[in-house]
């Protein structure tokens, strides 16, 4: 260890920043339980440092995306409304209960466990759901905004308990939601507003003790040149092969976590 940077953590950081270079998945997906599996990390700990984790790359993504003009704010803002609010109560339950409690840790486990299957269907069906989304109007605006609403509000407790959801399954919901909106706009849309969950969720992991900050430096060092590295060679890699082989990853460790 160098200035107390850990060269594993760093490899795996390396790791999924080229995963989610190349596909824009596996962040929280694969972070999480790749710290509790391999890592043998504390569930909460290892939520609560990803979601830092989480906030810190995906700033840099909103911040391309944005200036691009990819970026929807109006849903960002409905979403933020419903999930911000849900996010900071879900914190509070997990305090009152106690983090690093055996029976807390269990269903963290379980509930990232379902959310990596779920993840994983929604990587595999993406370009089904993508063209029946494009074949439905869409819904009358009150409807629309008030579902979009409720459904940031869902992964702000999701996210906040898992640290998972924010992407795939945001990108598959809002698909759905938002027919006429181009893929593009979708997944920038959906980062930007996995920002400010992610960060206020991961402060909140902080404020109860729930991130490691050395972990946290070294995953850094690792997975900012692994996103760089895939955004530039991500052109030349088939991105369905990448998205069914992490599908099928997801699949494995969420059922994994599942039956432990």
Known sequence: MVWGIDPLYSLSGLFVGLVVGFTGVGGGSLMTPLLILLFNVHPATAVGT???????????????HGFNGHVDWRVV???????????????????????SDPGV?????LVLGGMLVLTALSLLFRRWLFRFAHRHRELPPLSQA??????????????????????????????????????????????????????????GHWLIGNVEWSMLASLLVGSIPGIVIATM????????????????????????????
């Open 105 to 109: 840790a269990h269903v963290l486990a």
């Open 233 to 260: 060679f991500a052109p030349k890699v088939p991105e369905a092969a990448v998205r069914y082989l992490l599908a099928a990853v997801l699949a494995i460790v969420g059922l994994r976590l599942l039956v432990s």
């Open 77 to 99: 803002a409905r979403l933020g409304t419903g999930s911000v609010f849900a996010s900071a109560v879900t914190l509070l339950v997990l305090h009152q209960l106690g983090g």
């Open 146 to 203: 008030a579902i979009t609403v409720a459904f940031g509000a869902l992964l702000g407790v999701l996210v906040s308990v898992s640290s998972v959801g924010a992407g795939a399954i945001g990108v598959t919901v809002l698909m759905l939601l938002y027919p006429r909106l181009s893929l593009v706009r979708i997944v920038a849309t959906d980062i930007a507003h996995a920002v400010p969950l992610t960060l206020v969720a991961g402060l």
């Open 50 to 64: 990803d979601l830092l984790f989480a906030a810190t790359t995906k700033t840099a993504g909103t911040l391309v």
